[in-house]
């Protein structure tokens, strides 16, 4: 501040000294600082330093603020707005400081004339065509951009790290050349249906229509997701109780029309939301999305299958990581210079609801349905296994008495907790998705205004047979707030034999009954156990390989069990040329995996990893395999290659880094057991690649040297 020019002022303007000491022309500087994105709007944007005059608004928060008279206001501004223009905030952290300080002014004098601690105002005041721009009238050959207009402004909930959730404005402004309107996070033109993202990274996400997420809040809840497998619905638990500004809430005007409470659905659109606007920055791409979608998991969702074809086969950017703990290099016998990759390949069974057929990749229409849409006859088919009667109408089983019997077991109310009992013994989830949770909470309105749905409140997806969940039109709006849990519910799935006791064995997939062997009578080997197959079925494992020094090469979803020639599939996918294949593919089930390659008639399939080493990786070798079964032995011995070893007779390479791996892995079961599949890769594959980040940066801190091969010598074809 210019101590000489606020002394001048005052010896010129006596009348001042009433209202403002140092202290008080300290704080109006400030808030002319906090409001200078409104300010500035009041002219145009060609037009150098501060307007002669404030809008009324504007005048009046200041008036208020300082208790001064309508003279006063208009003289404090005359005299200190070229100070306060050239006195900026030095960096974000004053600025925020500032927000701090002044935050009861805001709320006590500035959301009754639209004016907030957080004005969210578009990036630009100008039109970014240039179609849009006008020529000068004194001189022909210059152009000058269009300036934007038609403000239109409507209060917001910003969610925040430093001031918590506190009422705010957002205002959109229009040009009338090329009819495009321009809101905070993108522009949208009137006879489009795209919303285009600004290049810039966004301060403030808008998650949804009324509410906006600060960056660094969102970097935040990713960062406790990837780092301790904090939920979504636990992340807002936390914000809500932990960062709760109770101010703001009392503050509130009685017509206020947002909440202040963090929502587990904004979470999760803030998460998607500020990944997709990293990752397209990130390729310097253009993000855009559909403006007239009908909700926002609608909007998201062709972006994420968009990110989700990138990221298969060898699309994280550490596909190609090298370091000295996973590579080993060395000069041959021909003096030529050789370099050994290791990675080690391992299932962990996690799941999501998939089709109830056997190895069906299709979605489902939500996550509640059974079958995808090209299977979805089969939904009407009886749960008894090999029977292939239809079901009766709000039932899972048909006329048969005795395969009633298996369903109304299954729903009886005394045998609901023995049921819930082995389901959660199967799925020995360690985190749960809600660490309070006692009863379902109520699907409700985030506008505090706003009337409940009624359709919404009374159907529920726990008091629906399954069987109707499947037909009602109602579904999918609900659903859509189904993002996370255990996944021990009503619709888990369960086997019943007919005695109502549980079977954990798999059974013959539905899909094949067509070509079962059906018997009607007594097999030589005695009656027949009748069981049923009730609830969703779940995808059977995430399969990833994982560089010896930990970081993930890949990941691949096996949809029917984890069979020699999916690990096969799965790794001609991720390396795609056999340039790009490691040297080492460490598997516990290796031995399988070489029986089948011998016996492939395709040459190409058969040949295709002769470069390879092919072992069982240490632990499993020593403990899980037979030392009387010869092929393992001579084929998958980890012994065989002397490149695995030390001088010293150690083991060059950690062939145990999956499972070690798996062990953070399995810590989303909870939060990805009722997603929807694309939210579910997506967000799995984000984890992956922040967790890479990390690791990456130990490797170099520990002087381990990472390094990136270049992908263009890896996914060449040539020799």
């Given at each position: 501040?210019?101590?000489?020019?606020l002394?001048?002022?005052?010896?010129?303007n006596?009348?001042l000294c009433?209202?403002?000491?140092?202290k008080?022309?300290?704080?109006?500087?400030?808030?002319?600082?906090?409001?200078?994105?409104?300010?500035?709007?009041?002219?145009n944007?060609?037009?150098v330093?501060?307007p002669?005059?404030?809008?009324?608004?504007?005048?009046?928060?200041?008036?208020?603020s300082?208790?001064?008279?309508d003279?006063m206001?208009?003289?404090?501004w005359a005299?200190?707005?070229?100070?306060?223009w050239?006195t900026p905030?030095?960096?974000?952290?004053?600025e925020?400081?500032?927000?701090?300080k002044?935050?009861?002014?805001?709320?006590?004098?500035g959301?009754?004339?639209?004016i907030?601690?957080?004005n969210?105002?578009?990036?630009t005041?100008?039109c970014?065509?240039?179609r849009?721009?006008?020529?000068?009238h004194?001189?022909?050959?210059?152009?000058?951009?269009?300036?934007?207009?038609?403000?239109?402004s409507h209060?917001?909930?910003v969610f925040?790290m430093?001031l918590?959730?506190?009422?705010?404005y957002?205002?959109?402004?229009?040009c009338r050349?090329?009819?495009?309107r321009?809101?905070?996070?993108y522009?949208?033109?009137s006879?489009a249906?795209?919303?285009?993202?600004?290049?810039e990274l966004?301060?403030?996400?808008?998650s949804?229509?009324h509410?906006?997420?600060?960056a660094?809040?969102?970097?935040?809840?990713?960062?406790?997701?990837?780092t301790?497998?904090?939920?979504?619905?636990?992340c807002?638990?936390?914000?809500n109780?932990?960062?709760?500004?109770?101010?703001?809430?009392?503050a509130l005007?009685a017509?206020?029309?947002?909440?202040?409470?963090?929502?587990?659905?904004?979470v999760?659109n803030?998460?998607?939301?500020?990944a997709?606007?990293?990752?397209h920055?990130?390729?310097?791409s253009?993000?855009?999305?559909d403006?007239?979608?009908?909700?926002?998991?609608?909007?998201?969702?062709?972006?994420?299958?968009?990110?989700?074809?990138?990221m298969?086969?060898?699309?994280?950017e550490?596909?190609?990581?090298?370091?000295?703990?996973?590579?080993?290099?060395y000069e041959?016998?021909d003096?030529g210079?050789?370099?050994?990759?290791?990675t080690v390949t391992?299932g962990?069974?996690i799941?999501?609801?998939?089709?109830?057929?056997?190895?069906?990749?299709?979605?489902?229409p939500?996550?509640?349905?059974?079958?995808?849409?090209?299977h979805g006859?089969?939904?009407g088919?009886?749960?008894?296994?090999?029977?292939?009667?239809k079901?009766?109408?709000g039932?899972?089983t048909?006329?048969d008495?005795?395969?009633?019997?298996?369903?109304?077991?299954?729903?009886?109310?005394?045998?609901?907790?023995f049921?819930?009992?082995?389901?959660?013994?199967r799925?020995?989830?360690?985190?749960?998705?809600d660490?309070?949770?006692?009863?379902?909470?109520?699907?409700?309105s985030?506008?505090m205004?706003e009337e409940?749905?009624v359709?919404q409140k009374e159907?529920?997806p726990?008091?629906?047979?399954?069987?109707?969940?499947?037909?009602?039109?109602?579904?999918?709006?609900?659903?859509?707030?189904?993002?996370?849990?255990?996944g021990?519910?009503?619709d888990e799935?369960?086997?019943?034999?007919?005695?109502?006791?549980?079977?954990?064995?798999p059974?013959?997939?539905?899909?094949?009954?067509?070509?079962?062997?059906?018997c009607?009578?007594?097999p030589?080997?005695?009656n027949?156990t009748?069981?049923a197959?009730f609830?969703?079925?779940?995808?059977?494992?995430?399969?990833?390989?994982?560089?010896?020094?930990?970081?993930?090469?890949g990941?691949?979803?096996?949809?029917?069990s984890?069979?020699?020639?999916?690990?096969?599939?799965?790794?001609?996918?991720?390396f795609?040329t056999k340039?790009s294949?490691?040297?080492?593919?460490?598997?516990?089930?290796?031995?399988?995996?070489?029986a089948?390659?011998?016996?492939?008639?395709?040459?190409?399939l058969?040949?295709?990893?002769?470069?390879?080493?092919?072992?069982v990786?240490?632990?499993h070798?020593?403990?899980?395999?037979k030392?009387?079964?010869?092929?393992?032995?001579?084929?998958?011995?980890p012994?065989?290659w002397p490149?695995l070893?030390?001088?010293?007779?150690n083991w060059r390479?950690?062939?145990?880094?999956?499972?070690?791996?798996n062990?953070?892995?399995?810590?989303?079961?909870?939060?990805?057991?009722?997603?929807?599949?694309d939210?579910?890769?997506?967000?799995?594959?984000?984890m992956?690649k922040?967790?890479?980040?990390i690791?990456?940066?130990?490797l170099k801190?520990?002087r381990?040297?990472?390094?990136?091969?270049?992908?263009?010598?890896?996914?060449?074809?040539?020799n």
């Open positions: 501040m210019d101590i000489l020019a002394s001048q002022i005052f010896t010129e006596p009348e009433s209202v403002f000491d140092y008080a022309v300290q704080t109006y500087i400030d808030l002319i600082n906090l409001l200078k994105s409104k300010i500035r709007a009041l002219q944007s060609y037009q330093g501060p002669s005059t404030l809008s009324v608004n504007i005048h009046e928060f200041l008036k208020k300082f208790s001064m008279s003279y206001g208009k003289l404090a005299c200190f707005q070229s100070i306060a050239k905030f030095s960096n974000d952290g004053e925020q400081a500032a927000r701090l002044h935050l009861k002014l805001f709320l006590d004098h959301l009754s004339r639209n907030a601690v957080y969210l105002e578009p990036p005041c100008v970014v065509d240039p849009c721009c006008d020529q000068l004194s001189n022909k050959n210059a152009l000058r951009d269009r300036e934007l207009s038609e403000p239109v209060p917001i909930t925040t430093e918590g959730a506190v009422p705010g957002s205002t959109s402004r229009y050349k090329c009819n495009t321009y809101y905070p996070n522009y949208v033109h006879a249906a795209t919303r285009t993202y600004y290049t966004p301060t403030f996400i808008q949804s229509q509410f906006y997420m600060a660094d809040l969102c970097e935040l809840f990713t960062t406790m997701m990837v301790s497998w904090t939920s979504a619905t636990n807002a638990r936390i914000y109780q932990g960062l709760k500004n109770e101010r703001s809430k009392e005007p017509d206020w029309s947002t909440s202040l409470e963090l929502d587990v659905e904004d999760w803030g998460f998607f939301l500020h997709l606007i990293l990752g920055h990130e390729s310097s253009v993000f855009e999305l403006h007239k979608a009908e909700s926002q998991a609608k909007r998201l969702q062709p972006a994420l299958q968009k990110r989700n074809i990138c298969a086969g060898p699309g994280q550490a596909w190609s990581h090298a370091c000295d703990r996973c590579c080993y290099t041959g016998e003096g210079i050789y370099c050994i990759r290791s391992d962990i069974t799941g999501r609801p998939c089709c109830a057929v056997h190895d069906c990749p299709n979605s489902l939500t996550v509640k349905h059974r079958y995808c849409l090209n006859d089969l939904a088919r009886c749960a008894v296994v090999l029977c292939q009667e079901a009766e109408a039932f899972r048909c006329s008495g005795e395969h009633r019997k298996l369903e109304v077991y299954h729903h009886q109310q005394g045998k609901a907790m049921q819930l009992k082995r389901r959660l013994e799925l020995k989830v360690s985190q749960t998705h660490s309070l949770l006692t009863t379902p909470a109520p699907l409700q985030r506008l205004n409940e749905d359709t159907i529920r726990e008091n629906l047979l399954p069987m109707q969940a499947e037909s009602t039109e109602h579904f999918d709006s609900i659903a859509e707030a189904i993002l996370e849990g255990s021990a519910d009503e799935d369960v086997v019943l034999d007919a005695n109502g006791v549980c079977d954990d064995q059974l013959p997939d539905l899909v094949d009954l067509d070509n079962a062997d059906i009607n009578g007594k030589e080997t005695g027949r009748i069981k197959r609830g969703r079925k779940r995808t059977h494992n995430e399969q990833l390989c994982v560089g010896s020094c930990g970081v993930i090469l990941r691949a979803t096996f949809y029917g984890e069979a020699p020639n999916g690990v096969r599939t799965f790794w001609m996918k991720l795609p340039r294949l490691p040297f080492v593919l460490w598997h516990d089930n290796n031995c399988r995996v070489v089948m390659l011998k016996n492939d008639k395709d040459p190409y058969r040949t295709y990893f002769d470069g390879c080493a092919l072992p990786d240490v632990f070798f020593k403990s899980k395999h030392e009387s079964d010869e092929a393992c032995g001579a084929n998958c011995n012994y065989i490149e070893r030390t001088p010293e007779g390479f950690n062939s145990s880094a999956a499972e070690q791996t062990a953070w892995f399995g810590g989303f079961q909870a939060m990805v057991r009722e997603m929807q599949a939210r579910y890769d997506f967000f799995l594959d984000e992956i922040r967790r890479n980040r690791v990456i940066k130990e801190e520990k381990q040297r990472p390094y990136v091969i270049p992908r263009e010598e890896l996914l060449s074809t040539s």
